[in-house]
Antibody
């Protein structure tokens, strides 16, 4: 069974940094594209970014609101996806979800990030 | 960037009703369209990808159709567990993008 578990969320001050992790199991992580999606309180879903497999170059792509501040990476030896978030803003406050594939076929339970002074 | 719109933004329906939600892309996305269901306080759940391919374990009362710019999600006979918010997402062109959602509640 495909299983994704996000962790690393918490309270951080504006301008601060946080790294989220997504531990994967039950499928071939090495051969899977992976996505991050977020949802601000009471709002809709927002695509954060996406990383392709290492065999396809391991490149990541981002949505405009997070580009140049967030970095997606992967450690296939640990079946873990990461989201490094720098220069955090109050508008980054959201539940962050990881998902399998370009179309997020399976989602984790999410980890909450609150950016506040 | 590709903009996704959904209509209606909300609807009220009764158990047993047939419900159709429309999703439109601002430019052609072929069949690279996914549908998700989200209940309050829960993570989204994938229903359909490739515009019409049902995810494993998803009830056949859900169906998707469309290609290019216009897509629909149909629930053939609404059940109490189907009251939720539904989102579409295009994954044709970066940056990928979601529709604003359609909330389905009880009439």
């Amino acid at each position: 069974e495909v299983h994704l578990v996000e962790s690393g969320g918490g309270l951080v001050k504006p301008g601060g940094s946080l790294r989220l992790s997504c531990a994967a199991s039950g499928f071939s992580f090495t051969n899977s594209y992976m996505s991050w999606v977020r949802q601000a309180p009471g709002k809709g879903l927002e695509w954060v970014g996406h990383i392709v497999t290492i065999s396809h170059g391991g490149t990541s792509t981002y949505g405009a609101p997070v580009k140049d501040r967030f970095t997606i990476s992967r450690d296939d030896s640990k079946s873990t996806l990461y989201l490094q978030m720098d220069s955090l803003k109050t508008e980054d406050t959201a539940m962050y979800y990881c998902g399998t594939g370009s179309a997020s076929d399976t989602w984790g339970q999410g980890t909450m990030v609150t950016v506040s002074s | 960037d590709i903009q996704m719109t959904q209509s209606p933004s909300s609807l009220s329906a009764s158990v047993g009703d047939r419900v159709t939600i429309t999703c439109r892309a601002s430019q052609g996305i072929s069949h690279y369209l996914a549908w998700f269901q989200q209940k309050p306080g829960k993570a989204p759940r994938s229903l359909i990808n490739g515009a019409s391919t049902l995810q494993s374990g998803v009830s056949s009362k859900f169906s998707g159709s469309g290609s290019g710019t216009d897509f629909t999600l149909t629930i053939s006979s609404l059940q109490p567990e189907d009251f939720a918010t539904y989102y579409c997402q295009q994954y044709s062109t970066y940056p990928f993008s979601f529709g604003p959602g359609t909330k389905v509640d009880i009439k």
